[in-house]
């Protein structure tokens, strides 16, 4: 038995000032669960602002356009970029990843500060920043130090909620621990049979959720329209 609307009924539950840790493996398709993280901003009335990390967003966006989505509504979206050559989106920001860690995590910082008092309530929907880490193979520690801590500073800000997608292939076991303890929420995904979604809450807030599990079938997508 599938449960499309109980994961839809689920979701309302998540408060102003979570974080979520969204890991995925990397033949999950990734642009699917993109779209359905729209879709639950449209129906919760929230504003979307994609925080884009190495043209991550262009890779969905044109798996969807493949798929037949019409892609133009990702034009509207506020972007903030961070690396990468190829814009997508409305870019409100742009993020000079060359500067130290120190200088563009305080950069972004400095930024949504101001976005979330003027956006609110607002969903951040972070893609790529397990990309990040592979630009820094002698300094991972120290990078991921200031990453940790630009994720603590909003947590807790009832102006904005924050989706994190990971690709935990991408991230050592060590950092993906940390990024768990940082969230109020993890969801892992998996694919069963190129037929399913599994989304299992790895941790929640309520310790009653812990282990729970929602199927999706591909034919109740998308769970909201957007």
Same mark, same amino acid.
């Given at each position: 038995?599938?449960?499309?609307?109980?994961?839809?009924?689920y979701?309302?539950?998540?408060k102003?000032g979570?974080?979520?840790?969204?890991e995925?493996?990397p033949?999950d398709?990734?642009?699917?669960?993109?779209?359905?993280?729209?879709?639950?901003?449209?129906?919760y009335n929230y504003?979307?602002?994609?925080?884009?990390?190495f *043209?991550?967003?262009?890779?969905i966006?044109?798996?969807?356009?493949?798929?037949?989505w019409?892609?133009?509504?990702?034009?509207?979206?506020?972007? /903030?970029?961070?690396g990468? /050559?190829i814009?997508?989106g409305?870019?409100?920001k742009? /993020? *000079?990843?060359?500067?130290d860690?120190?200088?563009?995590?305080l *950069?972004? /910082?400095e930024?949504?500060?101001?976005?979330?008092?003027?956006n609110?309530?607002?969903?951040l929907?972070?893609?790529?920043? *397990?990309?990040?880490?592979?630009?820094?193979?002698?300094?991972?520690?120290?990078?991921d130090?200031?990453?940790a801590?630009?994720? %603590?500073?909003?947590?807790?800000d009832e102006s904005?909620?924050?989706?994190?997608?990971?690709?935990i292939?991408?991230v050592?076991?060590?950092?993906?621990?940390?990024?768990e303890?940082?969230?109020?929420?993890?969801?892992?995904?998996?694919l069963?049979?190129k037929?399913q979604?599994?989304?299992?809450?790895? %941790?929640?807030?309520?310790?009653d959720?812990?282990?729970?599990e929602?199927i999706v079938?591909?034919?109740?997508?998308?769970?909201v329209?957007?």
């Amino acid at each position: 038995m599938t449960n499309g609307k109980s994961l839809v009924e689920y979701l309302g539950g998540i408060k102003l000032g979570e974080s979520i840790l969204i890991e995925y493996h990397p033949e999950d398709p990734v642009h699917i669960l993109f779209k359905e993280a729209l879709g639950y901003t449209k129906y919760y009335n929230y504003n979307p602002i994609i925080l884009d990390v190495f *043209d991550t967003l262009h890779l969905i966006k044109e798996q969807l356009r493949v798929m037949g989505w019409d892609v133009k509504k990702i034009e509207k979206l506020d972007v /903030i970029k961070a690396g990468g /050559i190829i814009n997508n989106g409305n870019i409100v920001k742009r /993020i *000079d990843i060359s500067n130290d860690p120190a200088v563009y995590t305080l *950069d972004l /910082i400095e930024f949504l500060k101001g976005y979330y008092t003027k956006n609110k309530p607002t969903v951040l929907i972070v893609l790529g920043m *397990d990309k990040l880490l592979r630009l820094y193979t002698t300094e991972v520690a120290t990078l991921d130090l200031h990453i940790a801590g630009a994720m %603590k500073k909003f947590l807790g800000d009832e102006s904005r909620i924050a989706l994190y997608f990971a690709n935990i292939e991408l991230v050592s076991k060590e950092i993906l621990y940390e990024w768990e303890e940082l969230v109020t929420r993890v969801f892992e995904i998996t694919l069963k049979e190129k037929k399913q979604f599994i989304i299992k809450v790895k %941790k929640s807030i309520k310790i009653d959720e812990h282990g729970r599990e929602f199927i999706v079938s591909a034919e109740e997508l998308p769970l909201v329209k957007v």
